[in-house]
């Protein structure tokens, strides 16, 4: 049996350790590139994304919506920023996620807009939308690649759309809301 000389366990030894710390390093650089710092002066929009079925088919199946059946569409707007957002509207539209959203025939279904109040740091809205909407059979479901798309909330502030937060669907028998992802969209608010 070979055994490995002092000096050499030594250097191994040294090598691990500046592994170690490169590798401590680059975490700490990245976790700092995910850190923003906003100023005081804006607001942060996060939208998550609400579906209810408006008249069940099986009155016992809770959350669970058949192909076919209408529902109800909502966004809850939240402010998690630390100054009043500017007033805006909102619409919801079922299409294909980033990087794919501008293609042509991406959005299957959109919503009417609504107006949104100013909210305040810490306060949410709940809007509703009244535009009829009927969840796709399950051919429809993968004739029209709904697995790619997803509900997305999108706040026109200032003249320019933001995404605030999308909501994919599942489904096996039933559909089911996916994944909610709010997406903490920054609004500049100018200083009166």
Same mark, same amino acid.
Request: hydrophobic share 40%; charged share 15%; aromatic share 16%.
């Given at each position: 049996m070979s055994k490995i000389s002092l000096p050499s366990t030594r250097l191994l030894f040294k090598l691990g350790l500046g592994f170690l710390a #490169? $590798?401590?390093l680059f975490a700490r650089i990245g976790y700092?590139? !995910?850190? #923003?710092?906003?100023? /005081?002066?804006?607001? /942060?929009l996060q939208g998550s994304i609400q579906i209810q079925a408006s008249k069940l088919i099986d009155p016992n199946s809770s959350e669970k919506v058949q192909p076919g059946t209408p529902v109800q569409l909502s966004v809850i707007v939240e402010n998690k920023g630390s100054q009043a957002s500017p007033k =805006?509207? /909102?619409? $919801?539209?079922? =299409? @294909?996620?980033?990087? $794919?959203?501008? *293609?042509n025939g991406s959005i299957l279904f959109q919503t009417e807009k609504q107006t949104f109040p100013s909210i305040d740091p810490g306060k949410s809205v709940i809007i509703s939308f009244s535009t009829p909407? $009927?969840?796709?059979s399950i051919l429809? @479901?993968?004739r029209n690649d709904? #697995?790619?798309? *997803?509900?997305?909330? /999108?706040?026109?502030?200032? =003249?320019e759309e933001h995404l605030i !937060?999308?909501?994919? %669907? #599942? @489904?096996?028998?039933?559909?089911?809301? !996916? %994944?909610?992802? *709010? @997406?903490?969209t920054i609004i500049s608010v100018p200083l009166p």
């Open positions: #490169t $590798l401590l700092s590139y !995910g850190q #923003t710092n906003h100023s /005081i002066s804006d607001a /942060i =805006g509207d /909102i619409y $919801l539209c079922y =299409g @294909f996620a980033k990087p $794919l959203d501008k *293609e909407h $009927l969840l796709p429809d @479901f993968v709904w #697995t790619l798309r *997803e509900y997305q909330a /999108i706040a026109v502030l200032n =003249g !937060g999308s909501l994919a %669907m #599942t @489904f096996s028998a039933y559909y089911y809301p !996916g %994944m909610h992802k *709010e @997406f903490p």
